[in-house]
């Protein structure tokens, strides 16, 4: 790969984890939101990697979906307000705010690059075995917990207790975990000697904190007026049509996604030894015996899945005390721990099933259980939703899987159709406030936004993909 295609490379992948972080921020959110950058990036990634990789490309996709994931679980809302809140006395501390948010960002997309580099580095079987695959998946959730207790607790918000590292003022924190998990990682790829994993890692880390630093610092600079009384972008920020918030979330998820990308592009030598041992031995597979019981694998985990977020909503209907900890928990396993190692071991279907499926189907579990929860048209909502997942599914199984489009369309058409109904709901349009996304007062520039950047998603593909 040239300079020409690196640069090429790195300026797609900010365009599509730029629009994925400003979506992620809109209709659903958290762990669940952040697949759709993940994807679009492990997806790119695979393209420009070329050769067996690319044939192979839904196990980088995947990779990168789960990967993204982890970082969904750090909450930042009360950071951020460590930065924004100047007249709060005590509680504006820069400082700590950007600190916190250098933190997050940075384990946030390093951990993504790190997930991405183990799935390219293993699908010529050479650089982990088996069993460093299965154990260091098995440990996953062992790290996160450790992570967790070590760095972020004791917590106890009733008795405002806090662990001493603390970047929020209310909330639980779970950014330990991510830590020790990143930590693992890099412990790995020294091991295995990955120059691939420890490239990405690094970039992803400065590209993630960096974004975040200037993603912030940028939207500072639109909410507060400058020394002649006037806002940056004065007119469009008093009549409402700015939405700065958004600004943020597309500026940081280009700055990070450059972060993986550039760390990619730092090491294609490693990328091209990988193609060439696949071209040689072939890429690293399940058997056929075990192959075969995939699809079913994957639909129990997302039968799983449904049933925590059923039981969430439940819980909020019933006001039942629930365990969200540890829904949180299991539902996390479900969906990035035990399908990254199906994935990493070489299992084609679920590789695929975690892609496509995995976007469509988190997006009407949220549309479903949350964001139409209270609609009366939320029966018809599941009645559409469900079924859709169903035969996104079983055509995966039927056609023997999708093209690069049907990953490009699931994370760009659905995504836009539902943030335009959550948009025109009655609750929000009765809001006022521009932090939350789409609403009446940022429809004017934030929807547009979305509409050219997917058409320049769509004509970069057309020729990039050759679609």
């Known amino acids: 790969m040239g300079i020409s295609d690196m640069i090429i490379c790195v300026l797609f992948v900010m365009l599509a984890s730029s629009y994925g972080w400003g979506m992620r921020g809109t209709v659903i959110g958290g762990e669940k939101g952040a697949m759709l950058p993940g994807a679009f990036i492990g997806l790119i990634l695979a393209r420009f990697a070329g050769g067996g990789i690319y044939e192979n490309f839904w196990t980088v996709a995947a990779a990168g979906l789960m990967g993204m994931t982890y970082g969904g679980s750090e909450t930042y809302g009360e950071t951020i ?3 924004l809140h100047r007249d709060a006395g005590r509680g504006y501390r820069p400082v700590k705010g950007y600190s916190g948010l250098f933190l997050k960002g940075a384990l946030w997309f390093s951990i993504c690059g790190g997930f991405i580099a183990f ?12 069993a460093d695959i299965m154990i260091f998946c098995l440990l996953i959730p062992v790290f996160q917990l450790v992570g967790y207790y070590i760095f972020n607790t004791p917590y106890n918000k009733e008795k405002g207790i806090h662990p001493k590292c603390y970047y929020s003022r209310t909330r639980r924190e779970e950014w330990g975990g991510n830590l020790v998990t990143l930590l693992a990682l890099i412990a790995l790829g020294i091991i295995r000697n990955d120059s691939l994993m420890l490239s990405m890692i690094w970039g992803g880390f400065l590209g993630g904190g960096l974004g975040w630093l200037a993603a912030m610092k940028f939207y500072e600079a639109t909410v507060f007026p400058v020394s002649n009384g006037k806002y940056i972008f004065d007119r469009f920020f008093r ?42 031995s072939g890429l690293n597979t399940l058997p056929p015996s075990a192959e075969k019981f995939m699809p079913l694998a994957v639909g129990l985990l997302a039968a799983g899945i449904i049933a925590v977020n059923a039981y969430g909503l439940y819980c909020d209907k019933k006001e039942k005390n629930c365990n969200t900890l540890l829904c949180d928990r299991i539902e996390r396993t479900l969906y990035n721990v035990i399908p990254m190692a199906l994935v990493l071991t070489g299992s084609a279907y679920a590789a695929r099933l975690m892609t496509v499926f995995m976007l469509v189907l988190v997006l009407g579990i949220k549309c479903v259980f949350e964001r139409f929860s209270e609609s009366r048209l939320m029966p018809l909502y599941g009645a559409i939703a469900l079924p859709v997942c169903g035969g996104v599914f079983a055509g995966d199984i039927i056609l023997g899987g999708y093209g690069p489009f049907a990953l490009i369309f699931a994370g760009t058409v659905p995504y836009l159709l539902a943030e335009l109904l959550h948009a025109m709901s009655k609750k929000r349009r009765a809001g006022r406030s521009i932090k939350d996304g789409l609403c009446k007062t940022a429809f004017a520039t934030v929807y547009p936004c979305f509409l050219i950047m997917c058409t320049i998603i769509y004509i970069a593909s057309a020729k990039i993909f050759g679609f």
Do not use: H, Q
């Open 239 to 280: 009549n409402g049509i700015y939405d700065g918030w958004k600004t943020m979330e597309f500026t940081l998820g280009a700055i990070g996604g450059a972060g993986v990308a550039i760390g990619f592009c730092r090491k294609i030598s490693a990328v091209e030894e990988i193609n060439g041992m696949i071209a040689s």
């Open 81 to 83: 307000g460590f930065v």
């Open 119 to 130: 799935a390219i580095s293993s699908m010529a079987g050479n650089k982990y075995s088996l």
